[in-house]
């Protein structure tokens, strides 16, 4: 059961209103607390050495030079930490034959990446420490590199690891329907081979941790910038050997994450397990060029794609070939084969297929290794899907708006399963699709279009329609291999003056998590929003949980707290009916007040029943059950993911002369079930689309044939900043999950997932006249010169 959209407008009604962030104030006064504000008695720091070499041998490390520098307390090699550090192998008993090899804190016998961490120096500054680092002497003996995914599993390929005797971690196909018959009596059949640049999150607070090992209690402490609190304390007791009860993470303000801050990285266990060895507080802070070689990359695929359509327009048939390279070592504990698997799942999401295969192709190199970042796999099958369905529209003379209409899932045709296997509980493909043409004004912006072509200006209008996965259930990560969980939990209590406090197992990333969960639990208990105190990110005082990742923080997470909310509501009605003599189906609870609710007269302040209830309970009948703090668990069940769905516009104008794009002006209607706070969510979209066009447009990691990364810094690496930043306009239709009260799906996700497919076939229609066509990501003024026929291909193709 929903909530009835009819009962929400009380005076504290606040779900699908605009309120603050509760902890905005605190934020923009300079009063947060990051892992970096945190100062601890006795702290140290760890600077890390890394390798300079995507594949070398380390034959020995002479740290002499480095223990004579005055402040350095302490250096750690591989070998020191093997022993204290247990390795780990991410792998999950659900992705059938996947393969990866044991990975240790610091490189052992051989360093794997440009940016792997070798040794560690301690020592009184992060200073000392970087020059103690700087002094290490490595006799690396270079080995051969396997830089090229495409190459990877040639024969005469080098194997990274020889135990699993090829760079193979993962493959994976899914047919459904009678695709070669659908391909051999097709109208027409168009192909084309997409790629996606390699690239990262950028995140304002760099990763952080500061790890305090107490010997007099066997106990645990970590400072963290993360996203899963629970999980990183699965995972640090397991590889430190401590029960989990001794492991307490704190995660406070996070600024920023994207799925970064989401993984086990082998510096920071180095830094866990640096200070159980030393029994004080470590801290390790990574700095901006460090990030470039440490922290995850994502999205570097190739997919060759090809669909099938009869004379009407009708899409009878997808096929595509995914080949994606995930640097030396599976990331740890979520792989680095789901983003490909979640493009076999994703393509071709919106449409009604009958045949579909498709096949993932992971494989082992020497690059930075690649995991989950915003949208895992959503980009990549987005501009897939979209891309062809643009091919599609141009091969049968037909407007791409007039062939996404014709083939998208019907609304009326849920629930509804996908030809690639994904069950879907409600979408709104159509509505979503008329709104945003009323919103763009799609007709008027054709004619100024064409207009404008007859003055040389050439601008370009590109749709994409998506699906976003969120509110995962344990179909995603509880089948073994892994402790990550899919439910989450929350505690609401009521203290003597009628305030409320809220303890969850989500996290407040940036994104405004806190102001959510103050905002459905004010509305469930019937509280005003001021009254309610939210509290995150710690193992050792908030319910077990999963976290925030996949969009799953108000899907799953709110979802909970409304529960917890809603159940001490009825424990206060309770309590207030054998005080008031009354019943509590004729109570009510009103703007923190308990009401009669035929009248709407108030009968007492909840300041007062907490008075009685927690001073003068003698007074109280003695079976009245009187507990003012209710807890409550929420998971997913019916179905393995919460889609979400959406449609993106993007407006660009290419200038055929230099290359450059430009975005004018983008469009998002999306469907998150129930809008919690409107704001929020829009601005959760923006930032999205901001991220995708990013990727679309600038971001890309670029490496050598040597596995070197050429571009890890700020003035090379380019990231969209607002004069990159198009107006965005926002809208929505809400079709609520039927799975919690709250109704709420996720919003995370939904830019990143549309916007680079958007930008891609507007860029393909603005250059369209001149017979160009760009698939490559980033789309760079040279690419698209090349498209134009006007430089040579950059790539060599």
Excluded at 183 to 193: D, L
Excluded at 245 to 268: A, L, N, T
Excluded at 348 to 355: C, E, F, K, N, S
Excluded at 577 to 595: R, W
Aim: proline share 6%; glycine share 10%; charged share 20%.
């Amino acid at each position: 059961m929903t909530i009835d959209l009819n009962q929400v407008d009380r005076p504290n009604s606040y779900i699908g209103k605009t309120v603050p962030r509760p902890n905005a104030r605190k934020l923009v006064e300079g009063r947060g607390q990051y892992v970096d504000d945190v100062h601890l008695p006795r702290t140290v720091h760890v600077a890390y050495l890394r390798s300079p070499y995507a594949h070398a041998r380390i034959n020995g490390i002479n740290a002499d030079a480095a223990k004579a520098i005055p402040g350095v307390l302490r250096v750690f090699t591989g070998h020191d930490l093997k022993d204290v550090c247990t390795p780990w192998v991410a792998t999950l008993d659900h992705l059938k034959g996947m393969k990866s090899a044991p990975q240790h804190a610091l490189a052992v016998e051989r360093a794997m990446w440009v940016g792997e961490p070798v040794a560690a120096v301690v020592a009184e500054s992060r200073a000392v420490a970087e020059d103690g680092a700087a002094a290490l002497e490595v006799d690396f003996e270079p080995l051969p590199v396997v830089a090229d995914m495409e190459t990877a599993l040639d024969p005469d390929t080098p194997v990274l690891h020889e135990e699993l005797g090829d760079n193979l971690t993962f493959t994976r196909t899914h047919e459904s329907g009678d695709v070669a018959d659908a391909f051999a009596s097709a109208a027409h059949v168009v192909e084309e081979t997409f790629h996606t640049g390699r690239h990262t999150g950028v995140c304002l607070e760099p990763r952080s941790i500061l790890a305090d090992f107490n010997r007099s209690e066997n106990q645990l402490t970590l400072y963290a910038a993360t996203q899963a609190p629970h999980m990183i304390q699965s995972s640090f007791a397991k590889h430190l050997d401590l029960p989990e009860g001794k492991v307490r993470v704190i995660c406070g303000d996070v600024g920023g994450s994207y799925g970064i801050k989401v993984h086990i990285y082998p510096d920071e266990m180095a830094t866990a397990a640096i200070s159980r060895v030393m029994g004080r507080p470590v801290k390790f802070i990574a700095d901006r060029l460090e990030s470039f070689t440490s922290d995850i990359h994502a999205r570097d695929h190739r997919v060759k794609a090809r669909m099938a359509v009869d004379d009407s327009g009708r899409i009878t048939a997808l096929e595509i070939d995914d080949l994606t390279g995930i640097g030396p070592y599976s990331v740890y504990p979520r792989t680095s084969a789901i983003e490909g698997n979640q493009v076999v799942n994703l393509c071709g999401g919106p449409y009604d297929l009958a045949g579909y295969k498709a096949t993932t192709t992971v494989v082992m190199q020497n690059k930075a290794p690649m995991c989950q970042y915003r949208a895992v796999g959503h980009p990549i099958a987005c501009a897939v899907t979209e891309g062809m369905v643009d091919l599609a529209a141009e091969a049968l003379g037909m407007d791409p708006v007039a062939l996404r209409r014709r083939n998208l899932v019907p609304d009326d045709a849920y629930p509804y399963t996908a030809a690639s296997g994904m069950r879907f509980e409600g979408l709104s493909h159509h509505a979503s699709l008329d709104k945003l043409l009323d919103l763009m004004d799609y007709d008027g912006l054709r004619r100024e279009q064409e207009a404008l072509r007859g003055k040389g200006v050439y601008r370009g209008i590109g749709i994409a329609s998506f699906i976003e996965l969120t509110n995962p259930s344990p179909f995603m990560y509880g089948i073994g291999g892994a402790r990550i969980s899919a439910q989450d939990g929350a505690t609401v209590r009521m203290d003597p003056d009628g305030s409320l406090v809220v303890l969850s197992g989500v996290t407040e990333q940036g994104q405004g998590t806190e102001g959510m969960l103050a905002q459905v639990v004010a509305e469930s208990v019937g509280v005003p929003m001021e009254t309610v105190k939210v509290i995150t990110g710690d193992t050792q005082t908030t319910p077990y949980g999963g976290g925030t990742w996949a969009s799953r923080g108000a899907g799953i997470g709110g979802a909970a707290a409304f529960r917890a909310g809603r159940a001490l509501r009825d424990n206060i009605l309770q309590v207030a009916a054998a005080m008031l003599q009354s019943t509590p189906e004729a109570l009510d609870i009103i703007d923190g007040a308990v009401k009669d609710r035929a009248t709407g007269e108030e009968r007492m302040p909840l300041a007062e029943l907490g008075r009685i209830v927690y001073f003068r309970g003698d007074t109280l009948p003695k079976d009245l059950d009187r507990e003012m703090v209710a807890t409550r668990h929420y998971i997913t069940s019916d179905y393995p993911f919460a889609f979400t769905n959406g449609i993106q516009a993007s407006l660009v104008e290419v200038d055929v002369e230099t290359g450059f794009v430009k975005p004018l002006k983008h469009w998002c209607i999306e469907d998150c079930g129930r809008v919690i706070n409107p704001q929020l969510v829009d601005e959760q979209i923006r930032g999205g689309i901001v991220q995708g066009l990013g990727g679309a447009l600038y971001e890309e990691c670029v490496y050598s044939a040597e596995g070197q990364l050429e571009n890890a810094n700020m003035a090379d690496y380019l990231v969209p900043m607002a004069s990159e930043m198009p107006d965005m306009v926002i809208g929505h239709v809400e079709t609520p999950t039927q799975e919690s009260e709250l109704g709420a799906k996720g919003a995370g996700e939904a830019g990143t997932a549309g916007a680079p497919a958007a930008v891609m076939n507007a860029i393909n229609d603005a250059i369209r006249p001149f017979g160009g066509r760009v698939t490559r990501m980033p789309f760079t003024p040279e690419r698209v010169l090349a498209a134009l026929g006007k430089v040579p291909d950059p790539d060599g193709r």
